[in-house]
């Protein structure tokens, strides 16, 4: 065989092996990156399903006293049986602002960024 032809077929398999490697890499990183997506959004879901009971105590508790509790735990036991965790096992983070206040977990979005509910909005978001 001409050594022309030998090097360039040598060449053309060398940059399929590349292009494969390449392929490879671009893969597992979508595949990690659709992890942290999926996950981030079922952790967001848990939030809000968890979220929403203290919401519901939270309105009741202001009904029946005209204010906001200073904390969560003065919901526990009578509007609540028992304080939810965030997905990564912290309690919600309680922020009252007068007649407003937020609720957040931390990790939830992409499981770094924080997920919040304002009540000012009525919405969850991160």
Not at 15 to 21: E, Q, T, Y
């Amino acid at each position: 065989m001409v050594p022309e032809i030998k090097s360039l077929k040598s060449m053309v398999g060398s940059a399929r092996v590349i292009s494969m490697a390449v392929l490879v890499v671009i893969l597992v990183c979508a595949y990690i990156a659709l992890d942290f997506y999926t996950g981030g959004q079922q952790n967001a879901s848990m939030v809000e399903g968890r979220g929403g009971a203290i919401v519901g105590a939270l309105s009741g508790y202001k009904r029946e006293t005209g204010s906001l509790p200073d904390a969560l735990e003065k919901l526990v036991p009578k509007h609540l049986p028992a304080l939810a965790k965030c997905p990564n096992g912290q309690p919600y983070a309680y922020k009252p602002a007068g007649a407003e206040y937020t609720l957040t977990c931390q990790d939830v979005l992409f499981k770094s960024k924080p997920y919040q509910y304002d009540s000012k909005s009525g919405a969850w978001g991160g």
